[in-house]
């Protein structure tokens, strides 16, 4: 811990304005967060539709309106007062917080950082309330004509705070954690109508709806809805509603885990254990479901007064918590039958496959140039079961063993999953989809070391609708995504006009592409290079390799696929041209090697 070179000075009290400003740090870390506020006050005022205006990604402004209860000009003045609130009343209420907000800190916190505004009617007064603050500093108040109801406007974001503005970062990543909140919260609340207009054009409508399942429709889109099933549990107190993705359906991240404790969006580490943990047979490694899971838990048996923007929680009992949500996604894989027969498993035993319908499209693998690849002559890096131990196999330090794949015999394909081919030593398995996965994955990156990965066009242009987090990486990204062989262009305010793929990708599935890759840009971030590296770089920028992983799982063979024995010949051939390593991007083996000697041994010849 660093000495302070100055004695201590004595003890005073801080004056109220650094005091807000401090309670804004806490609160507000970027404009989401004001939008995150204004959002769930109104909810807690009763607000059955809600109207968000944001521009220049918040910085500019943040004007939430709705048709709440409103308030009294006496209440809109303590409501700009530190630790007033109408949600808690005594100690007891504290153990039992039912209601969104209960600090008392928001309106008073994002006062003290923007230029303030707040118009409120009650719904049997004659005539609205304005209070006006300006960096803190009351500006003005009295009498408004407004309707019923209450409008906040929060603009300026930061403007005399230049170390917390310099911080935030583009409109378009703002906007797309607005966005991300917004859909989360439009997820809870199916019954409250939600209207976002960004820089003066609408932007996302959702309806009130009955059915959670419309919901999801409005704002994850039909194609993910049509995923999903229902599943229920109870116990302890807890009820958890889960709509669980089918295990053929899965994401390159966890984004598409979404968690509702008690109608508030949360991030919690156990119950996404809990959900994984179902899953973990079921997907490949690196693979996540989309699961939203629904929680009413008893207000004294969770603590949501854990985190100052209240994402994270703590349960009383949360073993049973963790063994409930487990239930209900169990009980919606088995509620289809994709497990087949009977119950599933705890834990659940891994499936025959992970897909079953084949890829319309041309050819297995393209052509490529041929080249000297070199080998490991120690097949057993690759394991039996187990994770592959990581192995340097980059051209110049790995030996060149007489093995190459086009040289065996192929003896066919064994579970529509695995090939077969006859070595010197043995029987080789070559697992189709790892070993597909890891063709196009150092092709992919090749073609990016190169310049950039070749275009397709697309006969006919395809418009993708993706939620506005994803659209606005795809935007934020345009070098990048050009740079990878896509060619998208943005569609209104939640889809994408998709007008060219990656030349290497281009006889599979399009649209499923686009989406993996708007999951791995949402998910790294801004910040991440947009440009190519060069020589030995590659292994190093972690983001663009695991966007190649991303798309190449994504489009490679699956499990369940037949291949044709021109195929079969033709991926064996391709593992002859590029550098050799013994997993899939993602650490599955590629090859295990089934020994003559251990043949002949089961077969008591030896």
């Known amino acids: 811990m660093p000495q302070s070179t100055q004695p201590a000075s004595e003890v005073r009290r801080l004056p109220d304005a650094l005091v807000d400003q401090i309670a804004a740090g806490e609160v507000v870390e970027r404009p989401a967060s004001v939008v995150k506020e204004l959002v769930e006050n109104a909810v807690d005022a009763g607000a059955r539709r809600i109207r968000v205006e944001v521009r220049e990604g918040g910085a500019a402004l943040v004007a939430v309106s709705d048709d709440g209860l409103g308030m009294t000009p006496a209440n809109a003045r303590l409501a700009l007062e530190r630790h007033a609130t109408s949600k808690l009343s005594s100690l007891s209420d504290l153990r039992g917080i039912a209601s969104y907000g209960f600090r008392g800190e928001a309106l008073p916190a994002i006062a003290s950082v923007s230029r303030f505004r707040l118009r409120t009617r009650p719904h049997d007064a004659q005539e609205g309330f304005e209070i006006r603050v300006d960096a803190g500093v009351e500006k003005g108040a009295g009498a408004a004509g407004c309707p019923p109801g209450t409008r906040i406007e929060v603009a300026d974001l930061f403007a005399t705070i230049p170390a917390r503005r310099k911080f935030l970062k583009t409109a378009g990543t703002e906007w797309g954690h607005i966005a991300d909140w917004l859909s989360r919260a439009a997820l809870a609340l199916p019954a409250v109508h939600f209207d976002v207009i960004r820089d003066d054009r609408p932007a996302l409508s959702w309806p009130a709806v009955s059915d959670p399942l419309d919901r999801i429709a409005a704002v994850l889109s039909e194609r993910e809805a049509e995923s999903l099933q229902l599943g229920e549990a109870e116990g302890s107190g807890i009820r958890v509603r889960a709509f669980a993705s089918h295990p053929e359906h899965h994401r390159a991240t966890a984004a598409g885990l979404h968690l509702f404790v008690n109608g508030r969006p949360v991030r919690d580490r156990l119950l996404r254990h809990a959900i994984l943990q179902v899953y973990r047979d079921l997907l ?67 499936p025959t496959s992970y897909a079953s319908s084949p890829r319309p499209g041309a050819g297995l693998i393209a052509e490529a140039p041929a080249r000297t690849a070199s080998f490991l002559t120690d097949w057993s890096v690759a394991g039996r079961g187990g994770a592959a131990m990581p192995v340097d196999a980059s051209p110049t330090s790995a030996p060149t063993p007489p093995l190459r794949f086009g040289e065996l015999t192929v003896l066919g394909q064994l579970h529509a999953t695995y090939l077969m081919a006859e070595t010197k030593e043995g029987v080789l398995l070559i697992d189709q989809h790892a070993a597909h996965e890891r063709v196009l994955y150092e092709r992919l990156r090749a073609a990016w070391l190169e310049g950039g990965v070749e275009r397709q066009a697309l006969l006919v242009p395809i418009t993708v609708e993706l939620d506005a987090s994803r659209r606005s990486a795809l935007e934020e990204s345009r070098e990048r995504v050009l740079a990878l062989g896509f060619e998208a262009e943005p569609f209104g305010e939640s889809a994408v006009v998709l007008r060219a793929v990656p030349a290497l990708l281009a006889d599979r599935d399009p649209v499923g592409i686009l989406r993996a890759l708007a999951d791995e840009l949402a998910e790294a971030g801004p910040g991440a290079s947009d440009t190519a590296p060069t020589g030995s770089d590659t292994r190093l920028l972690d983001a663009a390799d695991k966007v190649f992983a991303s798309l190449a799982c994504h489009a490679a063979r699956r499990a369940g696929d037949r291949l044709e024995p021109a195929e079969q010949r033709a991926l064996l051939d391709a593992l002859d041209a590029i550098p050799w390593a013994p997993t899939c991007p993602h650490g599955r083996p590629v090859a295990v090697p089934l020994s003559l000697e251990e043949i002949e041994r089961r077969f008591s010849r030896r």
Do not use: C
């Open 284 to 350: 490949p490694r690196g693979r996540y479901p989309t699961v939203l899971a629904f929680l009413e838990v008893e207000p004294g048996a969770v603590d949501v007064n854990v985190h100052p923007a209240k994402w994270e929680v703590r349960f009383v009992d949360p073993q049973s918590v963790h063994r409930t949500l487990g239930a209900a996604v169990r009980a919606a894989i088995e509620r289809r039958g994709w497990m087949g027969e009977g119950a599933a498993p705890e834990p659940m035993a891994a």
